[in-house]
């Protein structure tokens, strides 16, 4: 049995991870490792990707830099969260404002630090990231339109790194990252809709604040449309480049239907949890499912 210390310890450890959201850090490393198997370096060993030190530092500097931006959202964003986030709000207050800001400057200055090893442009380039991750929460994100774009794009921008480090520019990855941009654009203008108490009541100028859930609900069925060009594209122009992923792509445009049908069903928050998690899913699906590029790929190029 674990001492009542001991069960503190692991509270403010379990709190402090849920701040940083470590299980969503965990995919993106994932992410990054499998992009760089199956799309950037396809034509490398994978045991040369896995083993290449500039790219685990490219990875270790990004998920720093990530789980710092998580901090700081969290602290400006407190008091909004126990609106609408209290029972997460209430794990995360295990862990002092103080110690939050300590880990944030910390992770910030590892990552650059594991960014040096790569490069002086990778601590330049780490260097402006982390500026953009506060300078969102810090007042981007209360203005709509430029707050869901910059999320989008911080989003995408880890993935930008490893794509200058194996210099590959064809144009299918810039297709790849359409379809990605696009939806997390959707589940950042979910989340507002999701958030929409907590923002009206702090003064956050979010679009279904300005605009209206109707408003918003248009947006999102733009996007959703917008979303079947690059999937379109991606299951004729680049069959060969994508394999048996485009099975994925197929799911998509029914998960979209289904995603539509939701939303204009939707009426408060619930629903709106229902809609966020149906793209959270589809994303992390879609992490996974870069595997199936080349089945088989993983045996044959191991060495």
């Given amino acids: 049995m674990l001492n009542r210390k001991q069960k503190l310890f692991l509270l403010k450890f379990f709190s402090l991870f849920s701040v940083v959201r470590g299980y969503n850090i965990l995919i993106i490393v994932i992410a990054q490792y499998l992009t760089s198997i199956y799309i950037l370096a396809p034509d490398l060993p994978v045991r040369q990707v896995l ?3 500039n790219l685990l530092m490219l990875v270790l500097a990004s998920s720093s ?4 931006g998580y901090i700081i959202n969290s602290f400006y964003d407190s008091e909004k969260d126990l609106i609408n986030r209290p029972r997460k709000t209430m794990l995360d207050k295990l862990v002092s404002q103080r110690t939050k800001l300590s880990a944030y400057f910390v992770l ?3 990552s650059v630090i594991f960014a040096s090893y790569v490069s002086f442009r990778a601590v330049l380039f780490f260097s402006i990231y982390i500026f953009f991750l506060w300078f969102y929460s810090h007042k981007l994100k209360k203005y709509p339109f430029i707050g869901n774009i910059t999320a989008a794009i911080l989003a995408v921008v880890p993935f930008f790194a490893i794509f200058v480090h ?3 520019f064809d144009v299918v990855i810039f297709v790849h990252a359409t379809f990605l941009f696009l939806l997390i654009s959707m589940r950042e203008l979910v989340k507002d809709l999701e958030n929409l108490k907590g923002d009206l009541v702090h003064g956050y ?5 300005v ?3 109707k408003t918003s609900k248009r947006m999102l069925t733009v996007l959703s449309i917008l979303t079947l060009v690059p999937i379109i594209l991606l299951i004729t122009k680049f069959k060969e480049e994508i394999g048996y992923m485009d099975y994925y792509f197929y799911a998509s445009i029914a998960g979209l239907a289904v995603f539509l049908a939701v939303l204009w069903y939707s009426k408060n928050k619930i629903h709106y949890m229902v809609l966020h998690n149906i793209l959270k899913f589809a994303i992390v699906i879609g992490v996974f499912s870069i595997v199936l590029i080349h089945v088989d ?4 190029r191991f060495f």
């Avoid at 830099?65 to 710092?68: D, E, H, Q, R, T």
């Avoid at 100028?205 to 604040?209: A, E, K, L, R, S």
């Avoid at 790929?297 to 044959?300: Q, R």
């Fill in 205 to 209: 100028n979010t679009i279904p604040v």
């Fill in 65 to 68: 830099a990530i789980a710092g």
């Fill in 108 to 110: 910030n200055f590892l």
């Fill in 211 to 213: 605009y209206g859930e």
């Fill in 166 to 168: 194996y210099k590959n």
């Fill in 297 to 300: 790929l993983l045996l044959n």
């Fill in 51 to 53: 083993f290449d030190v």
